[in-house]
């Protein structure tokens, strides 16, 4: 069954998103587990290595162990970005936003205007996944600070894409931190999660974009659950890779 490995750029002087992609006659794309998708997606990358202005980000947990390879081969700094959802109570499943890293949160106005007294049950959702976050948030980082996006080219990690939901509020909560180019990277997706995508990321890398897709795990050999204290040992490895200069990077031009 043929396959895409595709590179979405959007192309923001003529507004559309563009596809480059070679047709490869084979069988669809699988990879044997998380990190060789990472060493894989790293590859497409490497425009963006050794550089001082480019942060790599993973959705936890399952992203984590891919932007860890891609951090390592970019030489570039790793950290998490948590995307809660903001379920609609007594609809969980149903999306009312999302809150992100950062204080950043984001509102689905069509759903919103369908909840009785909206306000007041966003709010205490809120108040409660904005916790959740903040507990994560300290879990993985064990008193690092959090990092400053502002003016920085984020790569958005994830292990793969099926709805799109949460990258989508990803990017639309990087783009309120004033990210200066937001990369969505992720091994495998459907071509048409990947198209939405490529049209509200400033560039988005999908490595295999299956036409039959069903779900991201059935790409991987290897798709077993992430644990906290793996994203916890990942981000740990490699922020002493970085204190220890093992990941050297180099001043960019403004001009770059």
Do not use: W
């Amino acid at each position: 069954m043929p396959h895409f490995s595709g590179k979405f750029t959007n192309r923001k002087d003529c507004g559309a998103a563009v596809l480059e992609s070679d047709a490869i006659s084979s069988m669809e794309r699988s990879f044997p587990n998380r990190a060789e998708a990472g060493r894989q997606l790293a590859e497409r990358l490497d425009k963006y290595a050794g550089r001082d202005d480019v942060i790599v980000l993973g959705l936890p947990r399952g992203g984590v162990p891919v932007a860890y390879e891609v951090a390592k081969r970019l030489r570039a700094p790793l950290d998490v970005f948590i995307v809660r959802k903001l379920g609609v109570p007594g609809f969980e499943e149903l999306a009312a936003g999302a809150i992100a890293s950062g204080g950043v949160r984001v509102l689905n106005q069509d759903v919103v205007r369908a909840i009785p007294y909206a306000e007041e049950a966003i709010e205490a959702v809120t108040v409660r996944e904005t916790a959740e976050l903040q507990r994560r948030e300290q879990i993985y980082r064990q008193g690092r600070p959090a990092p400053e996006l502002r003016d920085k080219i984020v790569i958005l990690v994830d292990d793969g894409l099926a709805t799109g939901a949460t990258m989508r509020a990803a990017v639309t909560a990087l783009r309120q931190r004033g990210a200066a180019k937001i990369v969505v990277a992720v091994p495998v997706g459907p071509p048409d999660t990947c198209d939405e995508i490529a049209q509200e990321a400033d560039e988005a890398i999908c490595l295999s974009t299956p036409p039959f897709f069903q779900a991201v795990g059935q790409y991987y050999e290897d798709f077993s659950q992430i644990s906290d204290d793996h994203v916890r040992d990942l981000l740990s490895r490699s922020a002493q890779s970085d204190k220890e200069g093992r990941f050297p990077i180099h001043p960019t031009n403004a001009a770059d």
